[in-house]
């Protein structure tokens, strides 16, 4: 069955590190985004690509970065993680028809102490 | 302003209820997604829609597009349905989805 994996689910790192998040599908969808969940603002859009080579900024893409070398994955960049990016990340995709469902990774919690 | 806004935030009933949250936007959009979070989970998605009502066992969504509503309905409420409740609207030409803030719903045994 095709998914959409995210890893690692947890992550602690130390402030000022260089962070990527993985996020891997498998349903041959051009469009993919990365999302961040924080309590009282819901799911924002960090950046997002509709194709290979195709990237996008979100409203929340300060402090991130993407690339897009394959239609499979998109990993999500933290350039030097900082404390205010303590959240939970989700991955998603969705074909390009207009009436196309999105699809949601698991999430990874990352923490930076 | 959030683009999107759900009501209500929080939501308690108990087993049997029937359950409704509601779903209002400003923008336009070309479809409207309903989604499910478990505590500490993934997002499910429950319904996506553009017109009419659609229905998934005990789950029913509606959307309204001159009055730019959406509804979930939920009948016979369970326990287990206990989460939070996404509405997240799709642009007319891009593929971006702009959430609500979500509902969190309990059900009491």
């Known amino acids: 069955d095709a998914e959409i994996t995210q890893s690692p689910r947890h992550k602690i790192t130390e402030t000022g590190r260089q962070v990527t998040l993985a996020c891997h599908q498998t349903w041959n969808h051009n469009n993919m985004f990365w999302y961040r969940q924080d309590l009282g603002h819901g799911l924002r859009l960090i950046h997002y690509?509709?194709?290979?080579?195709?990237?996008n900024k979100g409203e929340v893409s300060d402090g991130y970065s993407v690339s897009r070398s394959n239609t499979e994955d998109l990993p999500l960049t933290l350039e030097s993680a900082a404390s205010s990016q303590t959240s939970v990340y989700f991955c998603a995709s969705s074909d390009s028809q207009v009436g196309a469902e999105a699809f949601f990774g698991q999430g990874t919690r990352l923490t930076v102490v | 302003k959030n683009e999107v806004e759900q009501s209500p935030q929080n939501l308690t009933a108990q087993e049997g209820e029937f359950i409704t949250i509601n779903c209002s936007y400003s923008v336009g959009i070309s479809a409207l997604h309903w989604l499910q979070q478990h505590p500490g989970g993934g997002i499910v998605s429950l319904f996506m829609l553009s017109s009419g009502k659609k229905k998934h066992g005990r789950l029913i969504a509606t959307i309204n597009i001159q009055e730019k509503h959406s509804s979930l309905h939920i009948t016979a409420s369970h326990p287990r349905d206990s989460a939070v409740y996404i509405c997240?609207?799709?642009?007319?030409?891009?593929?971006?989805?702009?959430f609500g803030k979500g509902t969190l719903l309990t059900v009491n045994p």
């Open positions: 997240a609207g799709r642009g007319g030409s891009n593929y971006k989805l702009t």
């Open positions: 690509s509709y194709g290979v080579q195709d990237t």
